[in-house]
């Protein structure tokens, strides 16, 4: 029996978010260079885009490229943005006939020109499908995007747009990349560390964390079963007492 049959499938989260982690280690563990690490990533991309789909769950955020991520050498750098340049080539077609819409949140300007090109195409190509979307978190982090949030929100009060007492936690969101996205309900981190490393710290406020030994290449469908299968099993109270949910 394979886990999927033990998922309940009127109690699916309707958004799932994922730290793919642990691509320099499984190429290490190999004696490879690291970047076949992040090119066997690709396939655990595909697997988990392909089970959140098979599933109906609607959003999938892959946090695929960190502001911190701009430290790395430079060649890994290259190489991840060649990885997702050709990724994206050859994915639009299944994107497109799976009915799955791309998005990104992240800072884009920062990306290189050809890859903000890409992704621009791909994002409009997919925008009227209405399946899953898939949110790529590229030169992501929270701090980045809540600092960018009152940036904008002290913009707009400058032109009058907006007054401090209108400010809650609703009209806050609307000023992060995620706006109109819903929080995730489960948050997986691979490679067994124990980490929220600067991801949707905003959004993940009351999300359910799944933390797996498993490395990031290694991941696949029945991983993710098993991650719903865990999250199904617990109670969500929101601050609340067990009778009264
Ligand atoms: C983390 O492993 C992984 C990344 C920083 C990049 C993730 C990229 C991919 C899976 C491939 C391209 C993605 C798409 C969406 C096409 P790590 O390098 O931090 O591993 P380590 O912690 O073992 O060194």
């Not at 994002?123 to 904008?152: D, F, H, M, P």
């Amino acid at each position: 029996m394979s886990v999927v049959d033990k998922i309940n499938k009127d109690r699916l989260p309707n958004h799932i978010a994922i730290i793919m982690d642990g691509n320099g280690r499984w190429a290490k563990q190999r004696g490879t260079q690291r970047i076949f690490g992040h090119r066997n990533g690709v396939s655990s991309v595909r697997s988990a885009i392909e089970a959140s789909a098979e599933l109906g769950v609607k959003f999938l955020t892959l946090y695929a490229f960190s502001t911190e991520n701009w430290n790395r050498p430079k060649i890994e750098i290259d190489a991840l943005m060649g990885l997702l340049i050709n990724t994206i080539n050859t994915e639009t077609e299944t994107l497109l006939k799976n009915n799955i819409s791309l998005k990104t949140i992240g800072d884009s300007d920062s990306l290189p020109k050809a890859v903000q090109k890409k992704l621009n195409e791909v994002i409009q190509k997919t925008s009227e499908c209405n399946g899953l979307t898939v949110i790529l978190a590229l030169s992501y982090s929270s701090r980045w995007e809540i600092t960018n949030a009152v940036k904008c929100i002290m913009n707009d009060f400058s032109k009058g747009k907006i007054k401090p007492e209108n400010i809650d936690e609703d009209t806050f969101s609307k000023y992060l990349n995620t706006s109109g996205i819903p929080d995730p309900e489960l948050m997986i981190r691979t490679s067994g560390e124990f980490r929220i490393s600067n991801f949707l710290m905003w959004q993940l406020a009351y999300t359910e964390l799944y933390f797996t030994p498993v490395l990031w290449p290694d991941f696949n469908k029945e991983e993710l079963y098993k991650a719903i299968v865990d999250f199904q099993k617990r109670e969500r109270r929101f601050g609340k007492i067990s009778e009264q949910l």
